[in-house]
């Protein structure tokens, strides 16, 4: 990443995001934590940042019904590569079990590639 992309302005809950962008968050309901997170990662979308979300398999569709309503093209962005939607077992659990290593992996993994792809500035 260059310079000038690791600074660009990035917005989340309202106040602008320093150099060091990790950001942990406690919800009440579901609700609320959409409310909070659909405009950054519509942000980060529309700059051509990868999105990689792992979620709970029973709330999947929940989630894609969310980020739809919210303008987000899921079809596109996820054939483009640029959203990764995984399920739990999909990013933690493969092979029947949990492992550590490759799920401290499985998100670098995942998002490192998303300018080499073509997604992304």
Known sequence: MSTGESERPITFAGARLGRYRHVCAFF???????????????EGLSHGEKAFHIVDPKLRRDHVERLAAAGVDVAVVEKSGQLELRTWQEAYLRGGGTHRRQAARVSPDSIGGAHGMGVGG
Do not use: H
């Not at 009440?28 to 519509?42: S, W």
């Open 28 to 42: 009440n309901t579901r609700d609320e934590e959409y409310r909070v997170f659909l405009p950054f990662i519509k």
